[in-house]
């Protein structure tokens, strides 16, 4: 017992040897840099030596056996996590699975969540994922996986228990606004193929609606393929609704397909060549078309970029409810071949300047989620429920239910039934006929 005392005695020693030594590295470095006076290398110096004596003394005391590097990690991952709820430190798996994911095709449950408020809270389930399908909302938040509490959890080990073998289940207790108590939800976990982007067109109306689910790498050249592909439409419904963000190249790149001036996005952090303007070049605009953009809560980060900038910069008319508010910049910066931090660096602002972090994106126009109410649809009288109805105007109305169900197996036009579902897709076809009125095209 005494020896293997002495053992560890001698290796929190070292650890402390080894550690002062990379701290007088870092001294002597330090001695050279601008504006660096000695109030601030003995603040330096005090804060690290308080580290590596915590270091050591959990080794050597804690009661678990816990090697170094271990302990390391756990440091570095509650240093990032206490940043900020976009911060992390991303060990080996981490650091896979996100390269896995920017390429369009991760295993899980296709949800994007956030520490928000200290609570683990969705920002918006992924089309036709696991998630979707069980009615995951943006906004709920997850108060248990498997049972566990998420409570005190950090984002990386909620997203890493989410995460498992394809067909296995998993059940997550849910808090919804506006609901009484939590509910469990029980999913089926499975490969998650994201089609980032997919276009359709409206029923009886010249007008493409593009749907982005998430910002890949592919989006810029999809969408461009689509909108050349239907080069006289009389409008452009951009579908950004439940769409968590990704790669800012790509939400660039997107708002220049539309615009051929002006700056897109500015990004400000702390360091100078952080401090960026981001203009749309006149070579990449393809449409003229009037657009309008589609937007919910769970639109967040890229997808406000995009909706914020077209709307500042007075290309579209933006339909929906108040996006997420997630304005700041993260950078994945590797600290080795295998490990990298997820760090935020900067924040985004508009082409007016204002900002998007905690207040996102306020639409033109308000629509909430949900049918078009039947007044707006209109009243149908069904002849066949007058006593005495014309057999012959009855079999044309068949004839054009026949019509409407061959419509609504075409893949690639969105019917009428289903605009009449959604009343945010038909305020924004409205707003297209009003754009197209204005501009003289109707």
């Given at each position: 017992m005494e020896l293997h005392l002495k053992i560890k005695r001698s290796l929190a020693a070292l650890v402390g040897f080894i550690s002062s030594l990379?701290?007088?590295?870092?001294?002597?470095?330090?001695?050279?840099?601008?504006?660096?006076?000695?109030?601030?290398?003995?603040?330096r110096l005090q804060a690290l030596d308080k580290l590596t004596k915590t270091l050591a003394i959990v080794e050597q005391y804690y009661v678990d056996d816990?090697?170094?590097?271990?302990?390391v990690d756990k440091s570095l991952s509650g240093l990032l996590s206490n940043l900020d709820a976009h911060s992390s430190f991303m060990n080996e798996k981490d650091f896979n699975d996100m390269k896995i994911q920017t390429n369009g095709e991760f295993g899980g449950l296709g949800i994007t969540v956030s520490m928000k408020d200290g609570a683990l809270t969705v920002v918006s389930p992924m089309e036709g994922t696991p998630a979707d399908k069980a009615g995951i909302k943006s906004g709920d938040i997850i108060l248990k996986i498997n049972n566990e509490a998420t409570l005190g959890m950090n984002l990386n080990?909620?997203?890493?228990?989410?995460?498992?073998?394809?067909?296995?289940?998993?059940t997550l207790t849910i808090f919804r606004k506006g609901s009484t108590k939590p509910f469990d939800v029980t999913l089926m976990r499975d490969i998650i193929k994201v089609e980032s982007v997919y276009a359709k067109l409206i029923q009886k109306e010249n007008i493409l609606y593009l749907r982005v689910t998430n910002f890949d790498k592919n989006v810029v050249d999809l969408a461009s393929k689509e909108l050349k592909k239907y080069p006289n439409v009389k409008g452009v419904i951009l579908d950004l609704r439940n769409n968590p963000g990704g790669l800012l190249s790509q939400a660039i790149g997107l708002v220049n397909l539309?615009?051929?001036?002006?700056?897109?996005?500015?990004?400000?952090g702390r360091i100078a060549s952080e401090n960026q303007e981001y203009k749309a070049e006149a070579k990449n605009k393809i449409s003229n078309a009037p657009l309008v953009v589609l937007v919910n809560g769970g639109s967040a980060s890229a997808s406000e970029i995009v909706s914020g900038a077209l709307q500042d910069l007075k290309r579209a008319v933006i339909v929906g409810e108040n996006t997420f508010g997630k304005g700041s910049v993260q950078q994945i910066i590797p600290i080795n071949k295998t490990e990298a931090l997820r760090l935020t660096i900067a924040r985004y602002y508009l082409p007016s300047g204002r900002t998007i972090q905690a207040i996102g994106v306020k639409p033109d126009i308000?629509?909430?989620?949900?049918?078009?109410?039947?007044?707006?649809?209109?009243?149908?009288?069904?002849?066949?429920?007058?006593?005495?109805h014309l057999e012959n105007e009855l079999q044309k109305t068949?004839?054009?239910k026949e019509e409407k169900k061959e419509e609504k197996n075409d893949k690639n036009i969105i019917t009428l039934k289903q605009i009449y579902e959604d009343a945010q897709l038909k305020s924004a076809i409205d707003a297209v006929k009003i754009l197209n009125i204005k501009e003289g095209a109707l």
């Open positions: 990379a701290f007088c590295i870092f001294f002597v470095g330090n001695l050279h840099a601008k504006n660096d006076d000695n109030k601030k290398i003995e603040q816990e090697n170094i590097s271990d302990l080990d909620a997203v890493e228990k989410m995460r498992g073998k394809p067909k296995t289940e998993i539309f615009v051929d001036k002006g700056v897109i996005v500015s990004q400000k308000e629509v909430f989620p949900g049918k078009v109410s039947a007044q707006e649809e209109g009243f149908n009288l069904k002849e066949s429920e007058l006593k005495q068949n004839d054009k």
